[in-house]
């Protein structure tokens, strides 16, 4: 069973509204890392967060944005909604030995943007 | 620009044969691979992880290998069943910032009973 958890697990939103996604990683994994999976796509990089600060960010626009709470969870928050971010959103989580034993990704969530 | 590339993109086979999977990168500065699994609308399921200063890991039918030299990564599974049906996709972590994958498109595989 993985020790990552997102929420919810599929969601149908409207263009140009918000969404948030969840995700709750295991305890200590203080890096979380979030994914756009497009359907038959290797999944894309959008951020980072260490330590409850941003640390890295792909090639997303600024209305892709995260939060990460000192409990290890945390949010992704797309604002106006398209029609290209239809996806699965995965999050990563890992701890500081992250060279030694990798990432765990939770199950995703599946965002469908109608 | 770290970039990965899966051959085949798409492979089916008989129960119980050997196969071989493709990995290759473009920038040798990395700090670790790892193979994942995913099935059709799931999330990702770790494999196996090999260090930069490693040549290949092995779990149960599975072994992985990697040459950073030339950028090349293959995952080995011997005797496939059909459960081992799935996408495989293969990523890098960078050496640089933060320690983002950049992830291959995957091999879909079927194995046929």
């Known amino acids: 069973e993985t020790g990552v958890t997102q929420s919810p697990t599929h969601l149908i939103k409207t263009r140009g509204q918000q969404v948030t996604l969840r995700c709750s990683s295991q305890?200590?994994?203080?890096?979380v890392s979030w994914y756009q999976q497009a359907l038959g796509q290797g999944p894309q990089f959008i951020f980072q967060y260490y330590r409850e600060e941003e640390n890295g960010r792909g090639n997303f626009p600024p209305r892709f944005s995260g939060l990460q709470f000192p409990n290890f969870s945390s949010e992704l928050n797309v604002n106006a909604l398209e029609l290209d971010d239809s996806a699965l959103y995965l999050c990563a989580s890992s701890h500081p030995g992250q060279g030694l034993v990798g990432y765990t990704f939770g199950s995703g969530t599946r965002l469908t943007v109608v | 620009k770290q970039e990965v590339t899966q051959i085949p993109a798409a492979l089916s086979v008989p129960e119980g044969e050997n196969l071989v999977l493709n990995c290759s990168f473009t920038?040798?500065?990395?700090?670790?691979l790892q193979w994942f699994r995913q099935d059709p609308g799931k999330g990702l399921t770790s494999l196996l992880l090999i260090q930069s200063s490693q040549r290949e890991q092995t779990s149960g039918r599975l072994n992985a290998s990697l040459d950073k030299s030339s950028g090349r990564s293959t995952l080995y599974i011997a005797a496939s069943q059909p459960g081992d049906s799935a996408t495989y996709l293969c990523a890098v972590s960078g050496i640089q910032g933060a320690q983002k994958l950049v992830f291959g498109q995957g091999t879909r595989l079927t194995i046929n009973p």
């Open positions: 305890s200590g994994h203080n890096t």
């Open positions: 920038d040798s500065a990395i700090y670790n």
